[in-house]
Antibody, heavy 119, light 109 residues
Framework: QVQLQESGPGLVKPSETLSLTCTVSGGSITNFYWNWIRQSPGKGLEWIAYIFYTGSTNYNPSLKSRVTISLDTSRNQFSLKLSSVTAADTAVYFC?????????????WGQGTMVSVSS | QSALTQPRSVSGSPGQSITISCTGTISDVDTFNYVSWYQQLPGKAPKLMIYDVTKRPSGVPDRFSGSKSGNTASLTISGLQAEDEADYYCCSYTGSPFVFGTGTKVTVL
């Protein structure tokens, strides 16, 4: 079955760039939307961005100026870069799959990776 | 793009039915039939329970059902079980494109 696994540094300094990668195993990256979602400690979920297997992207308007999502189909991976981070970006970051641009839901999730922003 | 509004907590006894509301606006829940619901156990990733307002993924018990009226979507858990104790989040397509709810803690008494 398809599994997602996030990887990347657990600690990032303020003003630097947070970089995470999600590896997709057990299935193809084709025909799906690949998402990043985060959850601040004790708080709710916030959708960050998605990338379609064709390379088409969409971003949360509140984060758009700082976020880049990219795809490496040869490695079955997609990545997130969040620039100029502050303590407010401290969160568990999840990668997730979605079948439709509007319909469907986030049906497969990674286990999440905690990223702390601190000097 | 404000979060959808959910009650902070809902509780019920085993066997009872509970309903969690998810209130949005004309920009999201009211306009689009693309509401999904997620169950999150402590320290775990969310799990998809309902999508497209009423559809249930395979493997999700039929005790879980979804509905929508105007700008409010609802998740009903019938025959509440101890294992249903978790946080629940709704999510709607908005065109922006997605917004989550504030989350509801379900307690089984």
């Amino acid at each position: 079955q398809v599994q997602l696994q996030e990887s990347g540094p657990g600690l990032v300094k303020p003003s630097e760039t947070l970089s995470l990668t999600c590896t997709v195993s057990g299935g193809s990256i084709t025909n799906f939307y690949w998402n990043w979602i985060r959850q601040s400690p004790g708080k709710g979920l916030e959708w960050i961005a998605y990338i379609f297997y064709t390379g088409s992207t969409n971003y949360n308007p509140s984060l758009k100026s700082r976020v880049t999502i990219s795809l490496d189909t040869s490695r079955n991976q997609f990545s997130l870069k969040l620039s100029s981070v502050t303590a407010a970006d401290t969160a568990v970051y999840f990668c997730a799959r979605r079948g439709g641009r509007r319909s469907g839901g986030f049906d497969i999730w990674g286990q999440g990776t905690m990223v702390s922003v601190s000097s | 793009q404000s979060a959808l509004t959910q009650p902070r907590s809902v509780s019920g006894s085993p066997g009872q039915s509970i309903t969690i509301s998810c209130t949005g606006t004309i920009s999201d829940v009211d306009t689009f039939n693309y509401v999904s619901w997620y169950q999150q156990l402590p320290g775990k990733a969310p799990k998809l329970m309902i999508y497209d307002v009423t559809k249930r993924p395979s493997g999700v018990p039929d005790r879980f059902s979804g509905s929508k009226s105007g700008n409010t979507a609802s998740l009903t858990i019938s025959g509440l079980q101890a294992e249903d104790e978790a946080d629940y989040y709704c999510c709607s397509y908005t065109g922006s494109p997605f917004v989550f709810g504030t989350g509801t803690k379900v307690t089984v008494l």
